[in-house]
T-cell receptor, first 110, second 114 residues
Framework: RKEVEQDPGPFNVPEGATVAFNCTYS??????FFWYRQDCRKEPKLLMS???SGNEDGRFTAQLNRASQYISLLIRDSKLSDSATYLC???????????FGGGTRLMVKP | SAVISQKPSRDICQRGTSLTIQCQVDSQVTMMFWYRQQPGQSLTLIATANQGSEATYESGFVIDKFPISRPNLTFSTLTVSNMSPEDSSIYLC???????????FGPGTRLTVT
């Protein structure tokens, strides 16, 4: 079983739709969680950190469920420019090593 | 966040040769990281490079194949040695951003081995 798992998609949604991604992690010692966005042929860029209390940044909401060991990302009012691959990233307590999920591809259509 | 540059941005190399990739950061950082992203895959950590000490390699990666230098707090190199087509990947360096351990990535080096 992979340490961080995501549905690879693709998720094809119309503009304006709300879409949610989930990510599960297997190591209960994980301490920090992030969502990154990666555009085609570009490097990953930090989208947002994920906090236990949940956090929101504009149209994006991230939530963490430690008991069930999953992280979610909700995108409201999808834009064409949201089309990208979204990577779930987990850091273990020891060594601060990032472990990446396989990514979920989102395609927003007009 | 730090500004990170990598050289070269891309290269096409013959099998059996070696390529050294440079990573430059605009501020001093303690830890630098090297990742590989194979076609259609997510990122895999190759090694962590600390200034003044040997790099720490992840399972499946060895120093003879991927020697790393870290001569100062703003620079690192990764060499891909004795290349084969299986080494065709994007190689990315990253640095830690802050107290929550997020990382910021350079633009990557796209390597094709023929």
């Amino acid at each position: 079983r992979k340490e961080v798992e995501q549905d690879p998609g693709p998720f094809n949604v119309p503009e304006g739709a709300t879409v949610a991604f989930n990510c599960t992690y297997s190591n209960s010692a994980s301490q920090s969680f992030f969502w990154y966005r990666q555009d085609c042929r570009k490097e990953p860029k930090l989208l947002m950190s994920v906090y236990s209390s949940g956090n929101e940044d504009g149209r994006f909401t991230a939530q963490l469920n430690r008991a069930s060991q999953y992280i979610s990302l909700l995108i409201r009012d999808s834009k064409l420019s949201d089309s990208a691959t979204y990577l779930c990233v987990v850091i273990r307590r020891a060594g601060n090593m990032l472990t990446f999920g396989g990514g979920t591809r989102l395609m927003v259509k007009p | 966040s730090a500004v990170i540059s990598q050289k070269p941005s891309r290269d096409i190399c013959q099998r059996g040769t070696s390529l050294t990739i440079q990573c430059q950061v605009d501020s001093q950082v303690t830890m630098m990281f090297w990742y590989r992203q194979q076609p259609g895959q997510s990122l895999t950590l190759i090694a962590t490079a600390n200034q003044g000490s040997e790099a720490t390699y992840e399972s499946g990666f060895v120093i003879d194949k991927f020697p790393i230098s870290r001569p100062n707090l703003t620079f690192s190199t990764l060499t891909v040695s004795n290349m084969s087509p299986e080494d065709s990947s994007i190689y990315l360096c990253s640095v830690e951003g802050g107290t929550t351990y997020e990382q910021y990535f350079g633009p990557g080096t796209r390597l094709t081995v023929t």
